[in-house]
């Protein structure tokens, strides 16, 4: 087949084999180069939060295109200032809060690094993270990444990070006036949508308040609404030092942000980061416009009603497959009862179905924030339909080994 042979042969090969050719989206649905529809639960990795070639979306693109795309960090344009205060108005910062723009979750997550080194100097050489969290690909953020497979084919790391379990007891034995920061994802997405225990953002605020450490918070996964909150620290009541945010807050146009509060905002000085393309006005305008729209719909409050309808839906499925769901509002996982996660990736994408399987136990669900019952119900009849496909082929499998 045409495309999978010039994938193969032309494309980096750090990814698995591509699931499909993709040509068109429309809403939570997508359509392959043979005319097939999908109906789309992966929105991109929690990125398309409007869905596929939402209105608002395509004229803010369309517009600013033909406005002004870019000019450099020399100079300053409308959308770039508008986001940044409408960013710092979510997120509560009050006045003295600032953004930082990148073009990525990972350049999000390097600004919070040198952040925590700016903070730290020499007398705070130790960052703490949590095991098996996830905060990016690039030499600095994977050190910060606590998945030691990850990092073992590109060692040395940075040095100064450690890893610690997510708990408070855990925490308050790492921590002492070394630490310059604590790093968190408050949902642990790409480990299998595993939550944090209950009331540990609260004891991170004080315990590293208490030691002069900054709480980092990675919002990547988490933010722009996705939770039902406009970011998931929210839900706590704390008020972080830091956030970083990138997937859903472009919904498909690729852009990240760090958010400071309070006196980590004053850590930065001219020449100590930058990036090209960070901040551009194309960018930003979009990043905008999916925000606005966010507001305008009220779709953080859909994301917390829908995930619990969604939640509801999938606990209702007759499946021994089905082991619990985790997670919060339009961000989780559905806890299978066998390692089976890929094949039941595989045989939803067969019935229309697109979904994604982070571990072998877990089916991650982040779909368009936009996602209503017509949505939910047919996810579940495609879902369920693709568990009974699975569950059928096992069956299968064991009489086989029996007749055998
Ligand atoms: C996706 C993700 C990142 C990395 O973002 P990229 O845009 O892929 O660089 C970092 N942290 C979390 C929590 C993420 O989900």
Redesign the pocket.
């Known amino acids: 087949m045409a495309w999978q042979d010039d994938a193969g042969r032309d494309l980096v090969r750090s990814f698995g084999e591509r699931m499909a050719m993709l040509v068109r989206g429309e809403g939570s649905y997508l359509w392959d180069a043979d005319g097939k529809r999908y109906l789309d639960f992966l929105a991109g ?2 990125v398309d939060s409007l869905g596929h070639a939402h209105p608002v979306f395509v004229e803010a693109i369309a517009t600013q295109a033909a406005t002004l795309a870019h000019v450099s960090n020399y100079f300053a344009t409308p959308p770039q200032l508008e986001l940044a205060a409408r960013l710092k108005r979510l997120a509560g910062t009050g006045e003295s809060g600032r953004v930082y723009f990148g073009n ?6 390097e600004a919070a690094f040198k952040l925590a080194r700016l903070h730290g100097g020499a007398d705070r050489p130790r960052i703490l993270a949590l095991k098996d ?6 030499m600095g ?1 994977l050190a910060l990444t606590g998945k030691p497979w990850m990092q073992e084919p590109f060692l040395p790391m940075t040095p100064g990070v450690e890893f610690i379990d997510s708990s408070v007891e855990a925490l308050e034995a790492a921590m002492d006036d070394r630490v310059a920061a604590l790093f968190v ?1 408050p949902v ?3 480990a299998g949508v595993i939550d944090l225990p209950e009331g540990f953002l609260q004891a991170a605020r004080e315990i590293t308040r208490s030691h002069g450490a900054l709480l980092i918070v ?5 933010g722009a609404g996705r939770t039902g909150e406009w970011f998931a620290f929210q839900h706590a009541g704390i008020v972080p030092d830091a956030i ?1 945010v ?2 859903g807050m472009g919904g498909g146009f ?1 852009i ?1 942000a760090m958010i400071t509060f309070g006196a980590a905002s004053d850590l930065f000085y001219p020449g100590t980061h930058g990036s090209t393309f960070g901040g551009n006005a194309l960018g930003t305008a979009v990043a905008g416009a999916v925000l606005g729209e966010i507001e305008r719909a009220g779709l953080v409050e859909n994301a917390a009603e829908r995930g619990e309808q969604l939640r509801t839906a999938i606990l209702g499925i007759d499946s021994d497959l089905i082991g619990g769901v985790r997670g919060r509002g339009l961000l989780l996982g559905v806890a299978l009862t066998h390692p089976i996660a890929k094949a039941v990736v595989a045989a939803a994408q067969e019935h229309g179905l697109i979904i994604n399987a982070p571990n072998d136990e877990t089916i991650r669900l982040v779909p368009a924030l936009t996602i209503g019952d017509v949505e939910i119900d047919e996810f579940v009849s495609l879902f369920a339909h693709a568990l009974s496909t699975v569950a059928d082929a096992l069956l299968l499998e064991n009489t086989t080994e029996v007749h055998a």
């Open positions: 990795i929690a990525s979750g990972a350049e999000a997550n969290a996830f905060h990016g690909r690039t953020t994802e642990k997405g790409e990675d919002e990547i996964q988490t970083t990138a997937k690729p990240g």
